[in-house]
């Protein structure tokens, strides 16, 4: 294998590689030590995989635009819908009315399944980091009123929230991996279910358990947490909140049910593929959003118009670092460097799945960004899925999300978040957080491979 592999890399196969590697790291200097944003970082890392891989000026700056185009208007819209949906659930009370119906029906040993169930829940429409701090005060409180430890409570919500950002749309790592890959949205949701629920399980309450253990004497700042809510603040009902929440999903979920059970030129397949299209669900869960979780909260109409217009401010530098890992995955397209890694994938007889996830694994140490690392291992390993099926391109989707959350540590946001907000030292987030992250990305790759050998 190794004489195969040194016969690949030759002459131009090696330069386009080792511009890429050069690429990666400048983005990854660019991040972590001179803490450049990310899509200045992904930017400058375009430009100089380009240059180095010798490709024309002219046809640089034209491929990555052409990558930022075609990825924002593929997964911009869905990152903003999704946005808007979140906020018209936390300004109305919807999220609170999931969490006090679910946690006041849960006791005892029951609990820490509520809190991944609540994280789920809330977690679906909303970005990781919107869903952590929304999430934060619940936990806390929950702690409070059980006398739980902090550990037992936490992780599992933490869990609920991190596998649905790595593997489930309308996440914006998975949809621009999807976009990126071609992958079908419907299909992929149906396996990052499939792969999420029993991943979650093992990660979230059942280590949990294990991790309150580990670190017994994790108590969250007294500041931090929350004064029981105004039960007198009017809010929509919990049937109302969960029905707009899961709509999107049902929609998906029927489009990728139609599309295997139904004939092309099916009537029923052809409106299930229209109202069960990401961009459609989506907007048919805000435009029900509106009503069923606006009204009874009092809403009105010049309200609701607010509630949504602020919902975009906050992920505006997500779409940018979305949008700019797009031109990355161009230039990486029209560089060839896509076609080096499936030849040499292909002599190595290395799984495309267990590379992509390796990919993602290397980013995302490296960066501390799952969406960075998301972005970037799909524009690397695109080339592979052109010529997958349907089933396998969506769990190439899924083998990258799972990398992209592997082991995260100093050099990642979302760490800093937990380890403030619980009141933790570095020592113990690593061994609660990073170990819990690093779990869920090793047990998803873990079903994802045996799952590709039976679809």
Do not use: C
Not at 118 to 138: K, N, Q, R, S, Y
Not at 142 to 166: D, E, F
Not at 174 to 201: C, D, K, M, Q
Not at 307 to 324: S, W
């Amino acid at each position: 294998m190794t004489s195969v592999l040194a016969a690949a890399w030759t002459g131009h196969d090696t330069r386009l590689i080792g511009a890429t590697v050069v690429a990666i790291a400048v983005i990854v200097v660019l991040i972590t030590k001179v803490k450049l944003h990310p899509f200045l970082s992904l930017v400058l890392g375009s430009l100089v995989l380009g240059l180095a891989a010798g490709m024309p000026v002219d046809k640089l700056i034209k491929s990555f635009s052409n990558g930022v185009g075609s990825t924002v208007a593929s997964v911009g819209i869905l990152i903003a819908l999704g946005a808007m949906l979140g906020k018209l659930l936390a300004d109305s009370g919807g999220a609170d009315q999931i969490v006090d119906t679910v946690l006041g029906k849960a006791r005892g040993a029951a609990l820490p399944w509520a809190m991944a169930l609540v994280a789920a829940l809330i977690g679906l429409p909303m970005f990781f980091e919107i869903g952590l701090v929304m999430l934060i005060p619940v936990v806390l409180l929950a702690v409070k009123r059980t006398g739980k430890p902090l550990m037992l409570l936490g992780i599992p919500a933490l869990a609920g929230l991190s596998v649905l950002h790595g593997l489930v749309p309308p996440h914006p790592g998975p949809l621009a991996a999807a976009g990126a890959l071609n992958a079908n949205v419907g299909i992929t949701l149906a396996f990052g279910l499939l792969v999420g629920i029993p991943t979650l399980v093992i990660a979230g309450p059942l280590f949990g358990k294990l991790a309150a253990r580990m670190v017994p004497d994790a108590v969250a700042p007294a500041r931090l947490v929350p004064e029981r809510a105004d039960t007198d603040k009017p809010r929509p009902s919990f049937a109302a909140t969960l029905s707009t929440v899961l709509l999107p999903v049902v929609l998906m979920l029927a489009k990728a049910l139609s599309d295997i059970l139904l004939d092309k030129e099916s009537q029923a397949r052809k409106i299930l593929d229209f109202i069960g299209d990401p961009l459609i669900a989506l907007l048919a869960a805000v435009l029900v959003g509106m009503v069923l979780l606006g009204r009874p909260a009092g809403l009105g109409r010049g309200q609701l118009s607010t509630v949504v217009g602020d919902a975009l401010g906050p992920i505006a530098g997500i779409l940018l670092i979305v949008g700019a890992g797009g031109g990355f995955k161009q230039t990486l397209v029209d560089a060839g460097v896509g076609d080096v890694i499936t030849g040499l994938a292909k002599d190595a007889n290395l799984s495309p799945l267990l590379l992509g996830w390796l990919v993602a694994v290397a980013i995302r140490l490296a960066t501390g960004s799952a969406t960075v690392a998301t972005v970037s291992a799909a524009g690397i390993v695109a080339p592979l899925a052109a010529t997958m099926d349907p089933s396998h391109s969506a769990l190439l989707v899924l083998a990258i999300g799972a990398g992209s959350l592997f082991f995260s540590h100093v050099n990642d946001a979302g760490f800093w978040l937990v380890k403030e907000y619980f009141g933790l030292t570095v020592g113990q987030t690593l061994k609660s957080w990073s170990v819990m992250e690093t779990l869920i990305s090793v047990v998803a790759i873990a079903l994802i491979l045996p799952l590709s050998l039976v679809v």
